[in-house]
């Protein structure tokens, strides 16, 4: 299974941006899908997930209300819609795919495949 992320760029604060995530080589309408970030100096961060439905999605609670996350099975693409954006949304945003029918989790141990991430820079 492999997975490519695309759209992260430099933004101004209150901005948005929309980062899609291609999946290849797996059974894409079976696997819960997550998108976690890391900014330097901290530790890998879940920011949300989608279940292999589409029915269930679950956010961090400090993006909740700005980002969206959401699935087209027809096109294998996760997508992550962000909205009034903030310097401290500043990181590499990864998305990440769960194994066939695995719970939507905002553990990173539940997802068993990864993207190479992409640059997400919010100026203020």
């Known amino acids: 299974v492999q997975l490519q992320a695309s759209g992260g760029g430099l933004v101004q604060a209150g901005g948005s941006l929309r980062l899609p995530c291609v999946v290849s080589g797996g059974t894409f309408s079976r696997n819960a899908m997550g998108w976690f970030r890391q900014a330097p100096g901290k530790e890998r961060a879940f920011v949300a997930g989608?279940?292999?439905?589409?029915?269930?999605?679950l956010y961090a609670d400090s993006v909740k209300g700005r980002f969206t996350i959401s699935r087209d099975n027809a096109k294998n693409t996760v997508y992550l819609q962000m909205n009034s954006l903030k310097p401290e949304d500043t990181a590499v945003y990864y998305c990440?795919?769960?194994?066939?029918?695995?719970?939507?989790?905002?553990?990173?141990?539940?997802?068993?495949?990864w993207g190479q991430g992409t640059q997400v820079t919010v100026s203020s």
């Open positions: 990440a795919a769960g194994k066939t029918y695995s719970s939507l989790s905002s553990s990173p141990a539940v997802y068993a495949y």
């Open positions: 989608i279940g292999w439905s589409g029915s269930s999605t």
